[in-house]
């Protein structure tokens, strides 16, 4: 929230720390929960997703961003470097705010093309092509 960017800021959810970021970051806008409808309003009116987080497994927020056609700034940390690796959707960098940057560059038709492969046919797909045979009698003689 300290980022020197253009434009506005604005937080979309809660936590245990929303009072103390809100009276700390005045300039910030939090917005609080949404859902459904209201959450992709917001999405889709950004102009880049910032996603801070060095912790988070995958990162399911980013494919939401991307399927508005937000294109991602983060951390070059698994998640982000699962979901967006070298594709051109996001930048991955130490820098949030030089990510954050240089990803007002990147394509919104680009970010949700890359999105739109995430189907549920190609997770199944993916899922059943790492499942091995194995003989079960050595379990069940």
Not at 42 to 64: I, M, Q, R, W
Not at 80 to 91: F, M, N, Q, T, Y
């Amino acid at each position: 929230m300290e980022l020197e960017l253009p434009g506005s800021k604005v937080v979309v959810g809660d936590g245990p720390q929303r009072n103390q970021l809100q009276s700390r970051y005045k300039e910030v806008n939090f917005a609080g929960m949404k859902h459904g409808h209201e959450l992709a309003e917001y999405f889709s009116a950004a102009d880049v997703f910032v996603f801070p987080s060095k912790t988070d497994t995958f990162g399911l927020v980013l494919l939401e961003a991307l399927a508005s056609g937000v294109p991602v700034a983060a951390y070059p940390v698994t998640g982000p470097l699962d979901v967006i690796g070298g594709a051109a959707v996001g930048v991955l960098d130490t820098d949030l705010q030089k990510a954050a940057l240089q990803a007002l560059n990147i394509s919104s038709e680009a970010c949700r093309e890359f999105a739109l492969q995430y189907t549920w046919e190609n997770s199944v797909s993916q899922f059943l092509g790492n499942l091995a045979e194995f003989d079960t009698t050595d379990y069940f003689p």
